[in-house]
């Protein structure tokens, strides 16, 4: 049995030849008081002695901890290539989760580096090469891949929550919770925010005009952009553009037959243009909610099925020039004009934007990036080796991912939750947008941002201005794609290393299959369920890694500042939408909002979710990657990252309204919040 110090004895020995780092995991439970023991190989397959990690003065392998220990091998026993670790069972709390040990020689600067990632089963001795990262046709440990494989499939176990919707994670499993860290940090931040709020005569009962919530507003629930602009056509037309839910608007290329306009209503607001005209030079835009119609909420609550057309001036803004509340036409369902009653005409905005807050949730943000990314996260686990190039790319994407789903699960989607009770739709017309929509979502279209754009007619700069979402977030979809055309290009350097790669092949059938075939049940995968190029690999992880971090970052961030203010975004409204044009009253508006108590819910739940509570993009708090390739490649992201950074500082310095919401610093890794 070789002998090993700890760093801080009084009695190192002076001759130690290496240095054995090991960080525990901070995940529930992964601190460990059981005996660990591990075995050094060097590169010529030479096994050093047997080493107890144990210092009888400090309690080793605490979660979140790095533990050091000086060890002694033989003379020239040279780099370690390999580890071999096992514990036993000792203690009341036994298990272990290892996120890395690293091996460093006592008298050199260089180290050999083994990212574990994993729990580490008693008795079980798990050996693990340089890197663990290793394609499963190459891994000369094939047998215990597998089991570990097998493990995770009992642990990371799916289930339709609601049926017609994604497969999520059954049972929510040890690995994925908060760490106590993260836990701590919103604590925080909600006590902050509660005792911010604490404001006399504002809490219940309803507002006598919307202006009423200024005194809500101080240092920490600063007042949020809509309160400033919420009147102005300007802002509407902007909303649509560089807010939280900027991925509906689409070129229009013919009027459809159940939007009532003629020339005659809107060529006035067109600068002269008759609509074909104005269709033939690029300039008229539409939003169509019509999938909207009849649509059943919680409580039986109206919202409407809207119909808007935008159209761009000579000055370069967008601007509304013709909204429909509801999907068939009709003498109680007339098209509103911005020369209607200005109060009408703002009221018919927002009853649009009450739509559109809708869609906004339930698609935007809770479909399309928080479902859509628990559902390749389970399915990742289920397919991939913690030992796969590809997992150890896409892991810090699923960061406290299934964590947060299932804590709005209960909290924010339940029945009599914040949806049920804040929001028009409730939880039920929340459940029927998506079962709607979600069906004809694809990965390679609407989860592929340069596709998505072409396919709504929006990709041209010069066609579209101002729409600062599509032109950072861009930037940031081609770096992403670059890091990962370098991990897959460095993983599979031949053909048959990808048609070989049985596990990726697994992975990529789970994506496309159905639930009842234990997958994902995602349209538009590229390969439809086999990865045949580097291409159509390269084209599955860019839009994953994107719509986990920047898809989500342009959905949420911006939250407060659209919802924060009742009148601006209007999550529920009550009464019945305008089925004529006759003038209306500031009091129609006042008896159309929310709450006292609804709209600071509403600002609260806006606020947290604002938060910025992770790393932002390419600084890991988790490191995944310490392989060559990988390595490089992250590398090339940061610096990739901050000249994105610095091109977006200068495009707000030129922008009549800054857009900070996709700035690197301020995207976080994964959808954490």
């Not at 240092?219 to 802002?235: C, E, M, Q």
């Not at 300039?283 to 909420?297: A, G, M, P, T, V």
């Not at 804040?422 to 929340?430: A, D, L, N, Q, Y």
């Not at 592929?448 to 072409?454: A, I, M, Q, R, S």
């Amino acid at each position: 049995m070789g002998k090993i110090f700890s760093k801080n004895s009084p009695k190192v020995p002076e001759d130690a030849t290496h240095i054995v780092t090991v960080k525990t995991g901070d995940c529930k439970g992964a601190g460990t008081d059981a005996n660990v023991k591990i075995i050094l190989i060097n590169g010529e397959g030479k096994n050093s002695d047997e080493f107890d990690l144990d210092a009888r003065w400090r309690d080793d392998f605490e979660r979140g901890r790095e533990d050091q220990f000086y060890v002694k091998c033989e003379e020239n026993f040279g780099r370690v290539a390999k580890i071999e670790m096992w514990r036993d069972k000792k203690g009341i709390l036994d298990n272990w989760y290892v996120d890395w040990v690293k091996v460093q020689h006592a008298n050199a600067d260089d180290h050999a580096f083994f990212p574990l990632n994993r729990w580490l089963a008693p008795y079980k001795r798990i050996r693990v090469k340089e890197f663990d990262s290793v394609l499963p046709q190459e891994d000369d440990d094939s047998e215990r891949r597998k089991e570990e494989l097998d493990e995770k499939r009992l642990k990371y176990t799916t289930k339709v929550k609601v049926a017609g919707l994604l497969p999520q994670i059954a049972s929510l499993p040890d690995d994925e919770i908060f760490s106590h860290e993260y836990q701590s940090d919103l604590k925080k931040l909600k006590k902050q925010l509660f005792i911010r709020i604490t404001v006399k005569n504002v809490t219940t009962g309803r507002w006598k005009q919307p202006e009423d919530i200024l005194p809500v507003y101080n240092d920490v629930l600063t007042k949020p952009i809509g309160f400033s602009h919420w009147r102005n056509d300007f802002a509407f037309g902007r909303q649509r553009l560089v807010h939280c839910n900027p991925i509906w608007i689409r070129r229009c290329d013919e009027i459809p037959e159940k939007l009532a306009v003629t020339d005659e209503m809107i060529k006035p607001f067109m600068e002269g243009l008759s609509i074909s005209e104005a269709i033939g030079s690029k300039r008229l835009f539409i939003i169509d909610y019509s999938f909207l119609k009849d649509l059943e909420c919680t409580g039986g609550r109206i919202i409407p099925s809207p119909i808007a057309l935008f159209f761009v001036t000579s000055s370069k803004a967008l601007l509304p020039i013709a909204i429909q509340l509801f999907a068939e036409p009709s003498e109680t369902n007339p098209v509103f004009l911005p020369n209607d009653h200005h109060v009408t005409w703002q009221l018919v905005k927002m009853w649009f934007n009450n739509a559109d807050a809708s869609v906004h949730q339930a698609c935007t943000h809770l479909g399309f990036t928080h479902l859509v990314m628990e559902a390749i996260g389970v399915i990742t686990h289920r397919s991939l080796s913690p030992s796969h190039p590809i997992f150890r790319l896409l892991a810090p994407h699923f960061l406290y991912l299934m964590a947060i789903n299932s804590r709005a699960l209960e909290v924010l989607v339940s029945e009599g939750g914040w949806v049920d009770t804040c929001m028009s739709i409730g939880r039920t017309g929340m459940f029927n947008i998506l079962k709607r929509v979600l069906p004809n979502w694809r990965l390679d279209v609407q989860g592929t941002l340069p596709n998505d754009l072409k396919n709504r007619g929006v990709e041209d700069p010069e066609v579209l201005p101002n729409y600062h979402y599509r032109d950072d977030a861009l930037l940031l979809y081609d770096v992403i794609c670059k890091y990962a055309t370098t991990v897959v290009k460095g993983t599979y350097d031949t053909p048959e290393k990808l048609a070989n790669d049985y596990e990726l092949q697994e992975w990529a059938r789970c994506l496309s299959d159905s639930p009842e075939k234990d997958g994902a049940g995602l349209n538009g995968v590229p390969g439809n369920g086999k990865f045949s190029t580097v291409d159509e690999l390269i084209g599955t992880v860019t839009p994953i890694i994107f719509l986990g971090s920047v898809g989500h970052a342009a959905a949420n961030f911006s939250q407060y500042d659209d919802y924060g203010f009742p009148g601006n975004y209007p999550a529920i409204m009550f009464g019945d939408p305008p089925t004529d044009k006759s003038p209306r009253t500031e009091k129609d508006i006042i008896d159309t909002l929310a709450t006292k108590k609804m709209s600071l819910d509403t600002l609260l739940i806006t606020r947290l979710l604002s938060e910025k509570a992770t790393n932002p993009l390419g600084d890991f708090e988790v490191q995944y990657q310490y392989d060559r390739v990988g390595t490089k490649a992250i590398s090339e992201l940061i610096k990739d990252l901050e000249k994105v950074g610095e091109i977006i500082d200068k495009r707000n310095e030129k922008r009549a309204y800054p857009y900070a919401y996709l700035h690197p610093n301020a995207i976080p890794n994964a959808i954490s919040i």
